[in-house]
């Protein structure tokens, strides 16, 4: 599990289930690089009925304006950002980058913010399934009183169709994905977890100037011997790692600098840090702008040797892993 603007939240990787909000997550690329396009404009959320193809919902009427995109008559999902009015009530849809909520905007509210599309970052987008959301249609009237609920609530396999304007002008397209509503993160057993986590730095060396996304994997053990292997195994690849962070500290030799020079911490790397659905732990460093976290410190130059360190909770407690070293040359 993870969380989003502090409410706790299963990404589709994580095996999310029905009794818990699911984050799911986009993630647009121009020329390999993560850009913001032109408009998003909705994601429908439908059960996966064909095999992972959207064949059953896309309008496949020759020559309709539409041909292509979501059909209008199909029963869906839909997240939409609200288009307001000078008072700030709701008056239809905006799919510009302008009305794009980011993530402190989320209240975690189980009805009436389950519609929005929230903006992470450049070219990164997220919505919330909220087990008990509220959803209005495409074509809400103006008192905004039509909504229907959740119909994602069962166990089972879903498809999110994201409709993107690339470019002003341009037509839009439809990118369709998958998830899976799962019964894997609520199990009962008949003694408390207790559970072993080891962790490993995959990086050695970064070449100074780059941007590298430093990656710590980790491994989780259920070490209570009544509980049966296969719900041991289970446990063991479910969501039970969040809150994920980590610290970055540059270590000298010399006398005449700071021997321990911290550059980044846990708190202002929490919102950055990613956590995986195998439990990667990974932050993306910009070589490129090291200094020093404190002024006072004397930090010698960007290469030499750094210690890399990851903080995350895991049920009730809250893990520090071992410092690894990693050289900037």
Known sequence: MTTFNGYTVIRRGNRPSPLVPAQLDFYNYNTGALNDPFQVCSVHVFPNTAFGTADPYVNRTAGDANYGLVSSV?????????????????IGFDANMSAMGMETNYTGDRRFSASAIFREKNGHFVVILEPSGAYFKDSAPPEWATQYNNTASATGGYLDIWTVVQT????????????????????????????????????????????????VKTALVVDN??????????????????????????????????????????????STTLLSSDGQISYLWDTNTIT?????????????????????DVLEETIYSPKFKLIVR
């Open 74 to 90: 199909a029963t869906n999902m839909l997240f939409h950002n609200y288009k307001r009015d000078d008072n700030g009530d709701r």
């Open 168 to 215: 002003e002008g341009s037509r839009a397209q439809i990118y369709v994905n998958t998830f899976n509503m799962e019964t894997a993160n609520t199990f009962a057993v008949t003694e408390p977890l207790e559970v072993t986590t080891t962790n490993k730095l995959v990086q050695r060396y970064i070449e100074l100037g780059s941007k590298k996304r430093l990656q």
């Open 225 to 270: 011997e009544p509980i049966k292997e296969s719900l041991r195994n289970l446990i063991e690849t479910g969501a039970l790692i969040s809150n994920a962070s980590m610290r970055i500290v540059k270590l000298n030799d010399s006398p005449a600098l700071s021997n321990r020079v911290l550059i980044a911490d846990f708190d202002n790397t929490a």
């Open 292 to 312: 020093a976290y404190y002024e006072s410190d004397l930090l010698g130059g960007a290469r030499g040797v750094y210690e890399i360190s990851v903080r995350y």
